[in-house]
């Protein structure tokens, strides 16, 4: 049977080597957190990276349909083309559309091969015949 004294001298012989791979399991722990710190930032940089590369190749896949808006067009029919849009204005309505238009407020009118469609006395689109 073991003394009191023996389990004494034994657990003073077992203490430091236990306190001893504490020590070392905290550095390893230690290390092990500046690993994972490291790799949750690599990571973190890598995904955003991937984010951008994707973004610039579906950039540069999609097709780009170049325009040229409405406002651009009357801007050079007046400017370069000398087509003033208020000289066309006056040309596009006899005076005798004018006071039809200015009677029905809406209403379709058809001359020459073409139908006028107002709506709230203004011109909103002309139809060539055959066009819906």
Known sequence: ????????????????KLQESVEVFDAQIKTLKQCLHETRNTLQSKQQQLIKLEKRQEAEAAPVA??????????YMDRVLGLGVEQLREQMLTEKQREMIKFAKNCRIKFNGVELVVKDYVVTTIIAEGEE
């Open 1 to 16: 049977m073991t003394t009191t004294l023996e389990l004494i001298e034994e657990l003073r012989e077992e203490i430091p």
């Open 66 to 75: 170049v325009r040229v808006s409405d406002h651009a067009v009357l801007r």
